[in-house]
């Protein structure tokens, strides 16, 4: 394993995890051991790191109990400074970013300069407790995190820890972050999840749907001119028999022509609740003069950025399970364990796909270069297309060349989805904003492998096969067994 790590691998991992506290206790910058809480607003608590200015929250928890805020003495929007560098101008909230598009997200954001906080309320911890899963990776606390990140980089990310469904929450860490743009991962993003039983449908579109709109009135109410980002799917478009535009097509009927919206036929009830927030946002585009960026985003495949590289105390996320893990990334780790790749159905449905290192890219790209007031923008965010039986076919050729005997098997599909499909989507906004992708490649495939082959002792093998069926969803509560 060793071997295969140092000749074929792009990543790097520290061997251990006990030297980055061992460095810190020893280092000018000791690791704090205990907190000063500091008794502040109505709604939050505000948490000093022992040495940091009581002046500034870094971590602020939601909290039932009212108690009063002290005045931020250092209100600073950054839009008020002088310098050119837009990165400089622009205080970044990453809502989700303690998952695993929105921690790279919000790390590259600080590295490339931006005021970055996190908002997060860590539902998604409790549902791997919940259902018995576990990332492939050993992962953090979003504190230590943070502390790391500060250490190797002197860079502050704020951490407000609550809930955005609790608008005065919300309300609080809008009034003291004072975001200029709000990234929006913060939603239940599997679609499986939805379909294990009526209440996680009912949870994942009232979770998604009514965050957004919190977020929606949070802008209006305290910073009019912050720019939304927001993570949408190419799922909201389903498959149909025409190419697919980005957000929107042009229609001639009867002899008269206008651009609509592209028609959404989404087929889960997680990728429905985006559809709902899609029409949402379109709609106080128009009635408030709200400026949005829809990223309808694909499959996300890889697990390493050149930020969580930097340090084992960084590392992502990386879901290989039948819930949260989806289609390449589970491939991999199956082939690490010598399970058959789990193609569902016939294996043409085909989607589109991209590196998380252009996942982080597409979002500063679309900060860097904001919608206009009352405009509502939809980027196809994605770099190549691949069906699943393509990708099982590259995942087997990878894992020969590593010496792994790979087989693939169809599995009945727990879903209900085509097939077989035309599928022709455009995404060439973002590459017209200046977005390098970096496409799937032997080398990339090489070292996902690897990485699997890394951590294969904490694989669950019970996690692989799916257990969810889109058509025996009932009202029953289901606890998921394996
Ligand atoms: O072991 C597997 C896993 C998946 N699939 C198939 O691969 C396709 C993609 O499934 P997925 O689980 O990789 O991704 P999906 O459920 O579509 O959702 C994921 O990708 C979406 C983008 S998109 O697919 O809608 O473009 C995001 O919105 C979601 O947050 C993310 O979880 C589906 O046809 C599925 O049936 C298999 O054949 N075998």
Redesign the pocket.
């Known amino acids: 394993m060793a071997h295969l790590l140092s000749t074929s691998c792009s990543f790097k991992i520290p061997s251990c995890r006990k030297p980055f506290f061992q460095s810190l206790d020893q280092g000018p910058n000791a690791f704090p051991t205990s907190f000063t809480v500091k008794t502040s607003n109505p709604l939050v608590r505000r948490v000093v790191l022992p040495g940091e200015s009581s002046q500034r929250s870094h971590i602020v928890y939601a909290t039932t109990t009212p108690i009063r805020q002290e005045a931020s003495a250092q209100k600073h929007s950054a839009l008020h400074q002088s310098s050119n560098d837009a990165s400089k101008q622009k205080r970044v909230m990453v809502i989700g970013g303690d998952g695993y598009c929105g921690w790279a997200t919000a790390l590259h954001l600080s590295k490339k300069g931006y005021e970055v906080a996190i908002v997060d309320n860590l539902i998604r911890r409790l549902f791997d407790h919940q259902l018995g899963l576990d990332s492939l990776t050993p992962i953090s606390s979003i504190q230590n995190r943070i502390r790391c990140w500060k250490y190797l980089t002197g860079k502050t990310i704020e951490l407000y820890i609550g809930d955005i469904c609790d608008f005065e929450f919300l309300s609080e860490t809008f009034k003291s972050f004072e975001p200029d743009a709000v990234v929006h991962f913060g939603e239940q ?4 999840y939805s379909m294990i039983d009526r209440s996680r449908a009912v949870y994942t579109q009232h979770n998604n749907v009514i965050g957004t709109l919190n977020v929606l009135f949070a802008i209006k109410e305290f910073r009019e001119h912050c720019h939304l980002v927001k993570l949408g ?4 478009y389903g498959t149909p028999n025409i190419d697919i535009e980005e957000g929107y097509i042009t229609i001639t009927h009867n002899g008269r022509t206008d651009t609509l919206p592209y028609p959404k036929q989404a087929s ?1 009830f ?2 429905l609740s ?1 559809v709902h927030d899609s029409n949402n946002i379109a709609f106080t585009c128009k009635a408030w003069g709200i400026r949005a960026t829809d990223l309808n ?4 495949y890889g697990v390493t950025t050149d930020e969580t590289a930097m340090h084992e105390e960084l590392c992502n996320r990386f879901d290989y399970d ?1 819930v ?5 990334n ?2 991999c780790v199956q082939a690490a364990v010598g399970h058959p ?5 016939k ?1 043409g ?1 085909t ?2 796909y991209l590196d998380i290192r252009d996942t982080v890219q597409c979002v500063e790209i679309a900060i860097a270069n904001p919608a206009e007031r009352g405009e509502f923008r939809v980027f196809n965010q ?1 770099t190549e297309q691949f069906s ?1 039986n393509e990708l099982a076919a590259l995942v087997t050729k990878a894992g020969e060349k590593l010496g792994l005997d790979v087989e693939t098997k169809s ?1 009945p ?1 727990p ?1 209900v ?1 085509a097939e077989e499909h035309y599928y022709n989507a455009k995404h060439t906004k973002l590459i017209e904003l200046g977005l390098k992708p970096h496409l799937l490649s032997d080398s990339l495939l090489d070292s996902l492998l690897n990485f699997a082959i890394l951590y294969k002792d904490r694989v669950d093998s019970k996690q692989i096969m ?1 257990n969810v069926s889109w058509r025996k969803i009932g009202v029953k509560p289901k606890t998921v067994t394996t």
């Open positions: 993003r599997s679609a499986p799917t190419m799922g909201e889960s997680y990728h985006k985003q694909g499959v996300v039948a949260f893990g989806t289609a390449l589970r491939f790749l789990t193609v569902y159905g294996g449905q989607r589109g994605f699943v599995v599909n879903r989805e799916p």
